[in-house]
């Protein structure tokens, strides 16, 4: 391959994971085509691409971005897996196309610099919280304390409330109020 076909290969690999930050390797070689267009077709519409990869050039664009240590899973037939809103979410999917499509083989991944190795690594990674399901976490922590005060301070006062009702409609009817003790 000429030095110029190199060039664009590493420019089209710049552009599609220049400034992604978190990808999973796999290797979807022995699957069928069909299975790779209907994996790929499902993917897409949850924005997460695949990009099978000559893993010297993926190797030299790596160098200057945060999947460089995804180096060390560029062996042997390869593809990345990237984009969706995390790759939390990009494992989920990929981990739950095995079940149908069990030739699928995952390499490794990274997340905010955290390597994960191996088929066993990318499962730890899937059941990982998304950012979202964390924020919200984070959210329900901080208000079930406050909730849980308004929620002490509403019912006796709605019972005081109640009170107050029944005592002020039998004024109105000019009912006599019985006494307590």
């Known amino acids: 391959m000429s030095k110029q076909v190199k060039t664009i290969i590493m420019r089209d690999y710049q552009d599609r994971i220049g400034d ?11 699957l069928k085509g069909t299975q790779t267009t209907e994996m790929r077709n499902g993917l897409a519409k949850k924005q997460i691409r695949i990009a099978v990869v000559r893993n010297e050039l993926a ?11 995804l180096k060390e899973f560029l062996t042997g037939h390869t593809a990345l897996a990237y984009g969706g809103q995390s790759v939390v979410e990009v494992a989920r999917e990929i981990v739950g196309l095995m079940a149908k499509m069990p030739a699928i083989e995952l390499k490794g991944a990274i997340l905010d610099g955290q390597v994960f190795k191996g088929k066993a690594g990318v499962m730890e990674l899937s059941k990982f919280p998304t950012r979202e399901e964390a924020q919200a976490k984070v959210v329900t922590l901080v208000v079930s304390p406050g909730r849980n005060l308004l929620g002490a301070l509403k019912g006796p006062g709605s019972t005081v409330a109640g009170l107050v009702k029944a005592i002020e409609s039998k004024l109105e009817k000019n009912e006599p109020i019985a006494k307590v003790g």
């Open 20 to 30: 992604a930050a978190d990808a999973l390797v796999i290797n979807i070689s022995a």
């Open 59 to 69: 190797k030299k664009v790596m160098d200057s971005t945060e999947l460089k240590p």
